[in-house]
């Protein structure tokens, strides 16, 4: 998404992103960026805060309308369901899933029709 806001601006296309990624977003120099430290897949808030979401796209749009200055950052003024540990359990696998969660993807992949998984040996 980001490369595509630069190519938009390069073209005439004024573009802001809102995104999770901090380092990846800015590292591809998006002109625009509203910073959401939520998980990823959730950069306007929580699922079914409307007060929230909105509150990220208007910050989104006033930052569309204000900037002067290239790679403008801005991060938006919320935090992840009041707990801030929240990262140590994001997409943490623990021990005894491990296996559950592999047959889970193996009978998934053979009702899509897919390969098995190649396990590596250690």
């Given at each position: 998404?980001?490369?595509?806001?630069?190519?938009?601006?390069?073209?005439?296309?004024?573009?802001?992103?809102v995104?999770?990624?901090?380092d990846?977003?800015?590292?591809?120099?998006?002109p625009?960026?509203?910073?959401?430290?939520?998980?990823?897949?959730?950069?306007?808030?929580?699922p079914?805060n409307?007060?929230?979401?909105?509150?990220?796209?208007?910050?989104?749009?006033?930052?569309?309308?204000?900037?002067?200055?290239?790679?403008?950052?801005?991060?938006?003024?919320?935090?992840?369901?009041?707990?801030?540990?929240?990262?140590?359990?994001?997409?943490?696998?623990?021990?005894?899933?491990r296996?559950?969660?592999?047959?889970?993807?193996d009978?998934?992949?053979?009702?899509?029709?897919?390969?098995?998984r190649?396990?590596?040996?250690r």
């Open positions: 998404m980001s490369l595509v806001a630069r190519h938009l601006e390069a073209n005439g296309i004024a573009t802001v992103v995104g999770s990624a901090r990846i977003v800015e590292h591809c120099g998006v625009r960026f509203v910073f959401s430290d939520f998980p990823l897949g959730n950069p306007c808030g929580h079914w409307a007060a929230m979401q909105t509150a990220i796209v208007r910050l989104a749009l006033s930052l569309l309308e204000t900037t002067t200055a290239p790679r403008a950052t801005v991060r938006a003024p919320f935090e992840w369901r009041d707990d801030p540990d929240w990262r140590g359990r994001y997409n943490r696998v623990r021990p005894e899933d296996e559950r969660l592999l047959a889970l993807g009978e998934r992949r053979k009702r899509r029709g897919q390969s098995p190649v396990v590596a040996q």
